[in-house]
């Protein structure tokens, strides 16, 4: 799928998910032309993203999420901790 068709599945704009591939939080895959593929993993990926950053969660906790170093419950944890939750 084109980015376009991801800016219209998700919500996001061009320049979002540019910055999520940027800080290596999407990886979409590349046709012989060189362009971007994404796939559903990807509109799924970005769904997640966007729903965390709109709780609060931060960039290097999104990077902890997908390497591993953090589970999700002690990021929400966290992040309710800090707004006094």
């Known amino acids: 799928m084109t980015i376009?068709?991801?800016?219209?599945?998700t919500g996001m704009t061009?320049?979002?998910?540019?910055?999520?591939?940027?800080?290596?939080?999407?990886s979409p895959a590349r046709r012989e032309n060189g362009y971007r593929d994404y796939s559903e993993e990807d509109v799924k990926t970005l769904e997640k993203i966007k729903l965390?950053?709109?709780?609060?969660?931060?960039?290097?906790?999104?990077?902890?999420?997908?390497?591993?170093?953090?589970e999700l419950?002690?990021?929400?944890?966290?992040?309710l901790a800090e707004v006094g939750g």
Do not use: M, P
């Open 52 to 70: 965390l950053r709109r709780l609060g969660v931060t960039i290097e906790a999104l990077r902890a999420l997908r390497d591993g170093r953090a």
């Open 4 to 9: 376009k068709e991801l800016e219209e599945r």
């Open 14 to 26: 061009r320049a979002n998910i540019r910055f999520y591939e940027s800080e290596g939080l999407l």
């Open 73 to 79: 419950s002690a990021v929400l944890d966290r992040r």
